[in-house]
């Protein structure tokens, strides 16, 4: 029963399955693609994983890839793992190619087999899935958070194993914050992200992203608008709930990200008029204050 629970491939590390998927037959040596077990696999010879995140494949998108596999084939092999009992393959990554080749009517694919276990094969999945070029903020987002909840990874590790900064993670995953329908009116195209990101903190973001539909405000007109808006508001007394009312969406979004990394609660206020200001790290125990200074000492080392 203990040995159902070992994560292998995990244990090489995110960027070990990273490698994996960006494989590419032309940039691989002939050792290495023998080592990585790449075979030539008939198509009615693999299977979809059921449990494939992605469900949306449209006509078109396949219809286009497809033209392109008949032109030029296939660049990158599927990644596969055998089926207990059978001469099948599941699917890991590449349903898509899959489901193009068969338009194109290939008959055999280029295959890496790789012994994934169920988790990783989940984890894999969602990793090729957040490579799409074509993924809206939203879908994005979600697997980021699902890598995050399920596997452990920090922001840090994802941002690094997908070149990606790690405020754009950051941001993205304040999106999933919004509204259900905001959420939709991102997933379709109706919001850009940056609009979004605006209206994250405002009392009522559903009403405010429709009357920037209707009006076809710039991302700066949102900013301004979700500013205004907040000032109309009651105000908590005292400075402080001023000055965290009139903050805009940049701020924020700072204020996120460092909260994020720090897992503490982050304030940043500027002095009006100039480029001073304060940040405020708020600890809640005396193991967090050390950890807190663990940090910035690494920091003052680098």
Known sequence: MEKKHERRGLG???SALMSDINLAPENVGEAQASKRQEL?????????????PRRDFTR?????????????????????RPIAGSDTYE????ERRWR?????????????????????????????????????????????RQLMDRFGHTQEKIAEALSKSRSHIANLLRLLNLPGDVQGLIRDGSLTAGH????????DPSSLAKTIIE????????????????????????????????????????????????????????????????LSIRYNTLD?????????SQMDRE
Do not use: W, Y
């Open 40 to 52: 030539l696999i008939a198509v009615e010879k693999l299977v979809p994983n059921p449990n494939q």
């Open 60 to 80: 078109e998108a396949l219809e286009s890839l497809a033209a392109s596999i008949k032109q030029k084939g296939i660049l990158q092999p599927l990644i596969v």
């Open 91 to 94: 699917i890991v990554a590449g």
């Open 196 to 203: 979004a990101r605006a209206l994250i903190n405002t009392t």
């Open 288 to 296: 967090d204050l050390d950890n807190l200074c663990r940090t910035l």
């Open 12 to 14: 090489r590390g995110l």
């Open 215 to 278: 009006k076809g405000l710039s991302v700066r007109e949102t900013e301004k608008l979700a500013r205004e808006t907040s000032t109309t508001r009651p105000r908590p007394k005292g400075a402080a709930g001023h000055a965290r009312s009139e903050k805009d969406a940049d701020t924020r979004a700072l204020e996120a990200d460092l909260a994020a990394n720090l897992r503490m609660a982050v304030s940043i206020n500027h002095e009006p008029g100039g480029e001073r200001g304060t």
């Open 100 to 144: 193009a080749a068969q338009i194109a009517q290939l008959h055999k694919l280029p295959a890496i087999v790789r012994n994934f276990d169920d988790t990783e094969v989940l984890e894999v999945a969602i990793i090729e899935n957040i490579q799409r070029a074509d993924l809206n903020a939203i879908e994005e987002a979600a697997g980021f």
